[in-house]
C-alpha cells in the first residue's frame, strides 16, 4: 500500500463532515491492507505512529527544506521502517543518522506526503476525535460487530492492534483481549445527573460516594512492581513514590484499582487541582504528599472483575485497599445521600458520585450507571487561539478562542472567548505555552494546535449567527487547565447547545454540569 493512499483518504476523512463518509473512507483503505499493512496504516490515519514520538523537532523538519518527489512511491511499510529505525536510534553520533534517515524518507515523499509526514511527526494530525469514527471503521473493514472492537480497544488502549486482530481473526481474536496486570484500561466516566434525588431514583440501589476534585489514578500491582497511569493511561510511576510505596504495602498479591488522587491542607481541605497535577509532572517538586482515595478494584489476586457488579467490586475493594477507600456509602437512604452531598461540599470537594450497584465496569464508556451531582456548570473546552492583550496586559496572550468538540471526529467548533478568570500566573503561563503549540498568526491572534483542554464556568448558552455553530456561550470565565484531559474528551457541541434557553439540562448528551 502506498503512503499516498493513506495521505487521500485522510483528507477526504478531514474534507467531510458526515460521520457515515468517513467510516467508509477509512474502512474502504483498511480493508485494502496487507497483513503488516494495516498497523502502521491504522497508526497514520490516525496520526499517531506506532512508535510514539520520535523526538524529532518541527524546526528540524522544517529546516530540511527537500525538495519533494514528483510521483507517489513511498509504501506504508517503508514509512514505518524509517520511523522505527528514528525512534531507535539514539546516542552518540545519532543526529547525523537521523538527518540522513529524515532527507531519505523526505527526499522520496511527494508535495502532499511531505506536509502530511510533518503534521504526523509533530503530533499536529493526532486525532483522538477520530477514535469513535475508527473504531466503526474497523468493524465494518472486518465485517465484525462494533461491541467485540470497543471492548478489544478498552482493553488494549491500542487501535493498530485492535485493528489487527479484527482483521486478522475476527471476533475470536478480539475475545482473547484481556485485563492484563501492568496494562492500563480506559477509565469508566460519569454522566451529569439533573439531581440527587432523581440520580438515586433512576439508579435504585447504589453507591454515593465524595466525587472529590483531584486527579484520576489507575494503580497496577504485580507483587513489589507497582505501575501507576493519570486518566489518559500515562505513567507517572516515577513521579509519585508515595503512592508506589502506600500501594506496595497493600495485603494483596495482585490488584488493579481505580481512584483519585490529590493533596490536602493542613486543616484536611483539598489543596488545588493544579498542585496535584504538577505533580505528575518528571520534574516536580515533591513537597506536597499526595494521598490516594480509591473508588473501584478491577482486578483482585488473580481474579477479573471487570465483569462483575459493581456491589462485589466494592467487597474486594475494602479486603485490598481498607482505609484508603474514598469516603461514601454503600445503599444508603436518601437523608444519608443528601448528608454524604453536603458533608462532601463542606469539606471542599465537587459533589458526589451515584454509582448502580448491579453496574459491571463499562471501560472507557461515559454512561448512565455512574451519575455525578455537582453544583457548579462548566464545560471543558479545546484552545483554539489567543488574543494579545492589552492595558495592563500588554505583552500577554489573553482572551482565548474556545472550541467545542465536533462528534463526529471534525475539528473543533468555536463557540466563544473568555479573558476571565485568570491570574497573573496563568497568563503568564499560557502566553510561553500557546505559543509552544502555534500553528499561525495574525497581528493581533496566535493561533495554535487544538491541544489544550480548559475548563470553563459560565452562566449559559445563546443562539449566535456569527459563530458556526449557531450558539454562543455566555459569561465564561477560565476555572483552570485541564492538562489531565485530551481534546477528544472536551465537550460537544451538542452540550453546548444544551444549554440554550429552553433545552432541559437533560437533553445534553454529554456531561455539561
Ligand atoms: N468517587 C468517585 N468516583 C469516580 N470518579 C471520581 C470520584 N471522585 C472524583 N472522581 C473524578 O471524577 C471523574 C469522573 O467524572 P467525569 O466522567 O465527568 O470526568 P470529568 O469530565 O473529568 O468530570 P469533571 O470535568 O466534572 O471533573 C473521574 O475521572 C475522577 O477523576
Not at 494 to 501: F, G, I, Q, S, T
Amino acid at each position: 500500500m502506498l503512503l499516498s493512499d493513506v495521505v487521500t483518504t485522510s483528507a477526504a476523512v478531514a474534507a467531510t463532515r458526515s460521520r457515515l463518509a468517513k467510516v467508509r473512507a477509512l474502512a474502504g483503505l483498511i480493508a485494502q491492507a496487507g497483513p503488516g499493512e494495516i498497523e502502521p496504516a491504522v497508526a497514520f490515519l490516525s496520526g499517531a505512529p506506532r512508535q510514539g514520538r520520535t523526538g524529532t523537532g518541527y524546526r528540524t523538519l522544517w529546516d530540511l527544506k527537500i525538495s519533494p518527489a514528483a510521483e507517489p512511491s513511498l509504501t506504508v511499510e517503508q514509512t514505518d521502517g524509517v520511523l522505527e529505525e528514528l525512534s531507535t536510534t539514539g546516542g552518540k553520533g545519532s543526529a547525523q543518522r537521523r538527518v540522513e534517515l529524515l532527507t531519505g524518507l523526505f527526499g522520496a515523499a511527494t508535495a502532499a506526503e511531505q506536509e502530511f509526514l510533518i503534521r504526523l511527526l509533530t503530533g499536529e494530525l493526532r486525532q483522538g476525535a477520530l477514535e469513535g469514527v475508527m473504531l466503526d471503521a474497523i468493524a465494518a473493514a472486518a465485517e465484525v460487530p462494533a461491541e467485540p472492537v470497543r471492548r478489544a480497544f478498552m482493553l488494549s488502549g491500542r487501535l493498530p492492534v485492535t485493528a489487527v486482530a479484527a482483521l486478522s481473526g475476527g471476533e475470536a481474536a478480539l475475545g482473547e483481549f484481556r485485563l492484563e496486570v501492568g496494562r492500563p484500561v480506559r477509565p469508566m466516566l460519569a454522566s451529569p445527573a439533573p439531581s440527587l434525588p432523581e440520580a438515586l431514583t433512576e439508579l435504585g440501589s447504589c453507591a454515593v460516594e465524595y466525587k472529590m476534585d483531584g486527579a484520576r489514578i489507575q494503580v497496577h500491582k504485580q507483587g513489589d512492581s507497582v505501575r501507576i497511569f493519570t486518566r489518559t493511561l500515562r505513567e507517572i510511576t516515577k513521579s509519585v513514590p508515595e503512592l508506589v510505596e502506600l500501594v506496595r504495602g497493600l495485603p494483596c498479591g495482585s490488584v488493579v484499582l481505580d481512584g483519585e488522587t490529590l493533596a490536602l491542607t493542613d486543616d484536611g481541605k483539598p489543596r488545588p487541582f493544579q498542585e496535584t497535577m504538577s505533580r505528575f509532572g518528571a520534574t516536580s517538586e515533591r513537597e506536597l504528599l499526595l494521598r490516594p482515595y480509591f473508588f473501584d478494584c478491577l482486578h483482585l489476586d488473580g481474579v477479573d472483575l471487570l465483569d462483575t457488579s459493581l456491589g462485589e467490586r466494592h467487597a474486594a475493594l475494602l479486603k485490598a485497599v481498607g482505609e484508603h477507600v474514598i469516603p461514601g456509602a454503600v445503599a444508603p437512604s436518601a437523608d444519608e445521600a443528601e448528608r454524604i452531598l453536603a458533608d462532601s461540599l463542606e469539606a471542599g470537594h465537587e459533589g458526589v458520585m451515584v454509582k448502580a450497584l448491579d453496574s459491571v465496569y463499562a471501560a472507557g464508556r461515559r454512561g448512565k450507571a455512574w451519575q455525578k451531582v455537582k453544583p457548579e456548570h462548566t464545560l471543558d473546552l479545546v484552545v483554539l487561539a489567543a488574543e494579545w492583550g492589552h492595558g495592563r496586559r500588554t505583552g500577554y496572550l489573553s482572551n482565548l478562542h474556545l472550541g467545542a468538540r465536533d462528534p463526529d471526529g471534525g475539528p473543533p467548533i468555536m463557540v466563544g472567548k473568555t479573558f476571565k478568570g485568570m491570574t497573573d500566573e496563568l497568563l503568564a503561563w499560557q502566553t510561553q505555552e500557546l505559543q509552544r503549540i502555534e500553528s499561525h498568526r495574525d497581528s493581533w491572534v496566535v493561533f495554535v494546535r487544538p491541544e489544550f483542554v480548559v475548563e470553563i464556568e459560565l452562566d449559559g448558552a445563546q443562539v449566535s449567527p456569527r459563530y458556526p455553530g449557531g450558539v454562543a456561550l455566555r459569561f465564561a470565565r477560565v476555572l483552570r487547565y485541564r492538562p489531565d484531559k485530551d481534546p477528544a474528551e472536551a465537550d460537544t457541541i451538542d452540550a453546548v447547545r444544551a444549554l440554550l434557553p429552553g433545552k432541559g439540562a437533560a437533553d445534553a448528551p454529554e456531561k455539561h454540569n
